[in-house]
């Protein structure tokens, strides 16, 4: 089974600063087709998740243009450029590549 | 417009089997795989169970291989979680959602459902 482990589980930030979210996986999540099926989600208090990027660093529709995601291997990131109050809530890693599993979360509050 | 409900969350015993179904509307169900995924109160998402297009694959996490089983009908639109010999730490909120037209897809896991509570206890 592939372990997924996110730093920090919890991040404090103030208003307009950056913040970044490092997910690690205990294997490699390149698979055979070369693609790398690494997720990212945001979930709001009593709210379903909301995926934000797949495949590493590609943003959905509607997904404002201060996220982005990098990485490639084991090691990704995900990183707010400018933490607005929305933005409060659960950040989770996925990885599809070898069946599927979550990171443990990370809180992100406003310090 | 895409929606997955998810329905049959409850109050159980120890032991004690339930039921859950996500009725999917909104795109063409049978050809999607499909899956469940959970949160127990206050923790993070754990992947469940998924499901092929067909019913022809099916794959569960180790903790609850055995116990539970993941069908659907195609023809309903509808996807299910028969879920036996439950146990306290199975209590979580039980999400649908939609996977891709392939096992590895980007598109998987754009759409959730509002999840459905079952509470396992005494």
């Known amino acids: 089974d592939v372990v997924m482990t996110q730093s920090p589980l919890s991040l404090p930030v103030t208003l307009g600063q950056p913040a970044s979210i490092s997910c690690r996986s205990s294997q490699s999540l390149v698979y055979s087709d070369g693609n790398t099926y690494l997720n990212w989600f945001q979930q709001r208090p009593g709210q379903s998740p909301r995926r934000l990027i797949y495949r590493v660093s590609n943003r959905d529709s509607g997904v404002p243009d201060r996220f982005s995601g990098s990485g490639s291997g084991t090691d990704f990131t995900l990183k707010i450029s400018r933490v607005e109050a929305e933005d409060v809530g659960v950040y989770y890693c996925m990885q599809g590549t070898h069946l599927y599993s979550f990171g443990q979360g990370t809180k992100l509050e406003i310090k | 417009e895409v929606q997955l409900v998810e329905s049959g969350g409850g109050l159980v015993q120890p032991g004690g089997s339930l039921r859950l179904s996500c009725a999917a509307s909104g795109f063409t169900f049978s050809s999607y795989w499909m899956s469940w995924v959970r949160q127990a109160p206050g923790k993070g998402l754990e992947w469940v169970a998924n499901?092929?297009?067909?019913?022809?694959?099916?794959y569960c996490v180790d903790s609850v291989k055995g116990r539970f089983t993941i069908s659907r009908d195609n023809a309903k639109n509808s996807l299910y979680l028969q879920m036996n010999s439950l146990r306290a730490e199975d209590t979580a909120v039980y999400y649908c959602?939609?996977?891709?037209?392939?096992?590895?897809?980007?598109?998987?896991?754009?759409?959730w459902g509002q999840g459905t509570l079952v509470t396992v206890s005494p």
């Open positions: 499901i092929k297009q067909d019913g022809s694959e099916k």
């Open positions: 959602a939609r996977e891709g037209v392939y096992l590895h897809d980007s598109s998987a896991y754009y759409y």
